[in-house]
């Protein structure tokens, strides 16, 4: 499984970004695959969105509300709207699937991408 990040920048507070995750690979089933956002930055590790294998979203509590995860499984896609976004969003984001259930945290994650980075300027 190969996973592949885009849309990361530069926005000001306030602003919005879209983060596209396309994964790949013959063993992928999007049936059977947790696919994962998780943001690192120094002193932060975290998961920001999860769909897992029966499409229930789950948002961390920071993100609620400002935040929006899709998956269209017919592209392999999994996009993450960012909006009203805050300095603290700042960060590296990746992409991360695992088998049958979410991963805790990235290291976990049975694959992941290459992280696309996200700042947010005051």
């Known amino acids: 499984v190969q996973l592949t990040e885009s849309g990361g920048g530069l926005v000001q507070a306030g602003g919005s970004l879209r983060l596209s995750c396309v994964v790949s690979?013959?063993?992928?089933?999007?049936?059977?695959?947790?696919v994962s956002w998780f943001r690192q930055a120094p002193g932060k590790n975290e998961t920001v969105a999860s769909v897992?294998?029966?499409?229930?979203?789950l948002y961390a509590d920071a993100v609620k509300g400002r935040f929006t995860l899709s998956r269209d499984n017919a592209k392999n896609t999994l996009d993450l709207q960012m909006d009203s976004l805050k300095v603290e969003d700042s960060g590296t984001y990746y992409c991360a699937a695992n088998f049958l259930v979410c991963s805790a945290s990235l290291d976990d994650s049975g694959y992941r991408g290459q992280g696309t980075q996200v700042t947010v300027s005051s």
């Open positions: 897992d294998i029966h499409d229930n979203i």
């Open positions: 690979g013959y063993v992928y089933n999007p049936n059977v695959y947790c």
